[in-house]
């Protein structure tokens, strides 16, 4: 009898905390409300500031989001160290990274966010915590914090992230560690908005190439102001080679008519970097998928040969990767390109 009115005593106080720190729902109740939640609203708007700490240096961005249903995303990262935006945009002709400084665009089809989504998009979050059936929750100072699995490919020190929301599920900081708990990712939103308004033209590629230029530098300068070379430059070396690897040779080669630069590394994979300073204004690929570098967007698909390809800009030099590498040594060896001079 005893054992019984002291299980009975246990169970009041356990529903007692629950009820104190959920309201009237239960841990459940907010993962299937969560669950839904995209189901339900026509869009949100978001600004945060996100930081990297993937590289050897810091990188920060100002991160703004808009999203309306069905398929329509804006994403705009300003990087606070270069001043220059870009723009990831998807709409029903398909998904575009703009350079609007640049006057540069790629255009491919593909499965993004779907795939893949990065931290800065709502439903990218959302996902995260309704998939992981381990997943762990708790309230802190009247926030729920989301303890769960960091899933992020490109990326395998990515193992664990928290994630704040409010009691209506909207987020207001997440983070991503490695297995050492050691932060490399941070995002903190200061705005969030569920079902705005859009103009008519909000995810319409002409406009955003335009709408972004006041922000940034113009054409031909660089963030001091500084006129960039038109046509020759220095070679750029990747500071990170993985091991195994060695430059083999150095060659000026001509790419679609243009003169290049091609650096290629033999070794336990075999790959080559090509260095331009294309024309196009835009380049279209069949398929690809957007890469956050910390310092620039890139694109990353797949040739007929399944021939893995990234490709990016900086400073007005267009850099092509491509090879047998896996997709986590590519990102590596891009972002060692940012900040090294040419020569």
């Excluded at 972004?212 to 300068?221: C, E, K, R």
């Excluded at 091609?262 to 075999?270: A, D, I, T």
């Excluded at 260095?275 to 998928?289: D, I, K, L, N």
């Amino acid at each position: 009898m005893k054992r019984r009115a002291l299980s009975l005593v246990m169970l009041l106080v356990l529903s007692l905390l629950v009820t104190g720190c959920f309201g009237t729902k239960t841990p459940e109740d907010v993962v299937n409300e969560l669950g839904g939640k995209m189901d339900k609203i026509t869009g949100y708007k978001t600004n945060a500031v996100l930081t990297l700490q993937t590289g050897t240096t810091p990188q920060e961005y100002d991160v703004e989001v808009w999203y309306s249903k069905q398929n329509n995303y804006r994403v705009a990262l300003t990087s606070k160290q270069r001043n220059i935006t870009q723009i990831i945009l998807r709409n029903d002709e398909g998904v575009f990274v703009l350079t609007p400084h640049l006057k540069k665009s790629f255009r491919f089809q593909s499965g993004w966010p779907e795939n893949n989504g990065p931290l800065y998009l709502y439903e990218t979050l959302v996902n995260s915590i309704v998939n992981d059936a381990d997943r762990k929750l708790k309230m802190d100072d009247k926030e729920y914090v989301f303890e769960v699995k960091a899933n992020y490919s490109g990326n395998r020190s990515f193992s664990k992230q928290k994630i704040w929301m409010s009691n209506d599920l909207r987020p207001t900081r997440a983070e991503i560690m490695d297995n050492n708990m050691n932060k490399l990712v941070e995002i903190n939103f200061t705005e969030f908005n569920f079902n705005p308004e859009f103009p008519k033209d909000a995810f319409d590629k002409d406009k955003n190439m335009t709408s972004a230029l006041p922000s940034v530098p113009t054409m031909g300068q660089t963030e001091t102001g500084v006129k960039k070379p038109t046509s020759q430059f220095g070679v750029i070396q990747p500071t990170y080679v993985p091991a195994g690897i060695k430059l083999n040779n150095i060659e000026p080669v001509t790419h679609n008519n243009e003169k290049s630069v091609l650096l290629q590394y033999k070794g336990e994979y075999n790959y080559s970097l090509m260095e331009s300073r294309p024309t196009a204004a835009t380049v279209s690929y069949e398929q690809g998928m957007p890469v956050d570098l910390g310092f620039t967007i890139g694109v990353l698909y797949q040739t007929a040969e399944e021939k893995r390809i990234l490709k990016w800009e900086l400073d007005g030099v267009e850099f092509t990767l491509s090879g047998d590498l896996p997709e986590d040594e590519m990102l590596k060896v891009a972002q060692s390109t940012y900040g090294v001079g040419g020569k």
